[in-house]
């Protein structure tokens, strides 16, 4: 079986890139932290395979957040502290995964990769 | 004591928003798989600190990540796969952390944010 990970950013807010890298890898570890042993070593041992996808606001955020939850994909949110570029509490970004290919794309296949 | 980790990435090399984050997360995860149990729960204890610097072409990278390895950090250098926008094994960026911020800035310390 193939797994992946998907990073989700979104496309209504400003970021440098600095930042958007940033919020990035906190999802992408959120999530990593919360997946079970046994997938997290095969994804790496399959070259730890990425995908970057974009949804257009905080709604549609959400969605696809409360959705991973529902499905049981290991998932992470990230809220930045706002200390520079954002307001506190923004939410910028979403890690789900690693989780079976098939699996993750019944809830992310529709979008557009960033 | 403070942690945070080091991602840095080339400026030289043209990359798309999804390439660059997909990238960088390879080098975040990478660098905390090397990292001790004891530095990593501190860091994520504390929110875990990333900064986002950059390097103007492959010789610096590979300076930085010589010098990150001989220093004793946990450090790991992505190399594309070269499926789609690069050349296969092109080397794109490092992590380097977690580790203490101010042992991170005897290496890091000169180079700029992104």
């Known amino acids: 079986m193939e797994y992946k990970q998907a990073v989700v950013l979104r496309t ?9 890298v940033a919020q990035a890898c906190h999802a992408s570890l959120g999530a990593y932290r919360r997946a079970e042993e046994s997938m997290v070593e095969e994804w790496i041992s399959q070259g730890q395979k990425k995908v970057v996808l974009e949804v257009e606001g905080l709604e549609k955020l ?3 957040y409360k959705r991973a939850q529902r499905e049981g994909f290991p998932s992470f949110i990230v809220k930045d502290a706002g200390e520079t570029e954002l307001e506190p509490g923004t939410k910028t970004c979403i890690g789900i995964g690693p989780a079976p290919d098939s699996n993750l794309d019944k809830i992310t296949g529709e ?4």
């Open 111 to 114: 979008l557009s990769p960033v």
């Open 62 to 64: 959400m969605d696809l």
């Open 12 to 20: 209504d807010i400003e970021m440098s890139r600095g930042k958007d």
